[in-house]
């Protein structure tokens, strides 16, 4: 049985910097086992990859919808991507 490996770029806006959501998300891809990594951007924005097994990626995809308990997220916006083969997940 082969698996489905898949990648999603995704922006996250709303109230989601200051409120442990880098910090969070790579709890919660590493608890998943995704790969990829989470950064801040400088509008507010933050920006993670997620790659690995679809299931795990877009349950990671639906998480950020919600974030941790202090974010306010107001949009998820989504890319598919192919997959580079990364491993472990950092905070940039």
């Keep these: 049985m082969s698996r489905e490996v898949i990648r999603r770029r995704v922006r996250v806006h709303g109230l989601v910097q200051g409120v442990f959501f880098r910090a969070s998300t790579h709890d919660a891809a590493r608890e998943a ?5 989470v950064r801040n951007h400088p509008d507010g924005s933050v ?11 877009e ?3 639906a998480w950020v919808g ?7 997220v ?19």
């Design 33 to 37: 086992g995704v790969a990829g990594w």
């Design 66 to 72: 919600e974030g941790p308990p202090h974010a306010a």
């Design 59 to 61: 349950r990671m995809v």
């Design 74 to 92: 107001e949009r998820v916006e989504v890319l598919e991507e192919e997959p580079e083969g990364l491993r472990g997940f950092e905070v940039r």
């Design 47 to 57: 920006e993670a990859v997620f790659e690995g097994d679809a299931e795990p990626v």
